[in-house]
T-cell receptor
Framework: DVKVTQSSRYLVKRTGEKVFLECVQD?????MFWYRQDPGLGLRLIYF???????EKGDIPEGYSVSREKKERFSLILESASTNQTSMYLC????????????FGAGTRLSVL | AQSVTQLGSHVSVSEGALVLLRCNYS??????LFWYVQYPNQGLQLLLK??????LVKGINGFEAEFKKSETSFHLTKPSAHMSDAAEYFC??????????????FGTGTQLKVEL
């Protein structure tokens, strides 16, 4: 079974803090993704990575950065958390190949106070 | 660019009734289409996918979807709803070409409620 593990299920942070969300996959997938999920907006892509040290902006990258130093790990960084970044964050991974599905972690619910 | 529209953010059905969740897509190239389900406090899991083979696709838990190019639709159906089907359902699209890192564009989701 593919396993995508997000390090925290729930996080509470204060405005201005630097926040790290970690995601690890165990299937040697090339591609990894970070989404945020908000009611009525579905999933919106923040950043994705198609290889180690490679990254591309998604639809809503402002206020976020990412790091992929190892193939299995993809980190999402909020440099200075703000209240409008309170959301559910989902990580996903997929191997190369057009028809391959994305496998999701359980999500991290982040509250910024 | 591709996009997905899910009609109806909330759908309510009786147990045993037909489930129909609507999805229309827009894509400049032949698409790959997916339906995902999200149970409370969980990540998304794949229900089924269309990748240009048979237009009627069968998935897990008795769900199926039909790709209709003329209508640009990929509606999800299940003949008889069960209480355990209560969840949020997402339709997603990606271009059916290589490259792009398998990026998906998701719809805004449909919350399915199943009543006794």
């Amino acid at each position: 079974d593919v396993k995508v593990t997000q390090s925290s299920r729930y996080l509470v942070k204060r405005t201005g803090e630097k926040v790290f969300l970690e995601c690890v996959q165990d299937m040697d997938h090339e591609n990894m993704f970070w989404y945020r999920q908000d009611p009525g907006l579905g999933l919106r892509l923040i950043y994705f990575s198609y290889d180690v040290k490679m990254k591309e902006k998604g639809d809503i990258p402002e206020g976020y950065s990412v790091s992929r130093e190892k193939k299995e790990r993809f980190s999402l960084i909020l440099e200075s958390a703000s209240t409008n970044q309170t959301s559910m964050y989902l990580c996903a991974s997929t191997p190369r190949g057009a028809g391959n599905i994305q496998y999701f972690g359980a999500g991290t619910r982040l509250s910024v106070l | 660019a591709q996009s997905v529209t899910q009609l109806g953010s909330h759908v309510s059905v009786s147990e045993g009734a037909l489930v129909l969740l609507r999805c229309n897509y827009s894509s400049s190239v032949p698409p790959y289409l997916f339906w995902y389900v999200q149970y409370p406090n969980q990540g998304l899991q794949l229900l089924l996918k269309y990748t240009s083979a048979a237009t009627l696709v069968k998935g897990i838990n008795g769900f199926e979807a039909e790709f209709k190019k003329s209508e640009t639709s990929f509606h999800l159906t299940k003949p008889s709803a069960h209480m355990s089907d209560a969840a949020e359902y997402f339709c997603a699209v990606r271009p059916g070409i290589t490259g792009g890192g398998n990026k998906l564009t998701f719809g805004t989701g449909t919350q399915l409620k199943v009543e006794l």
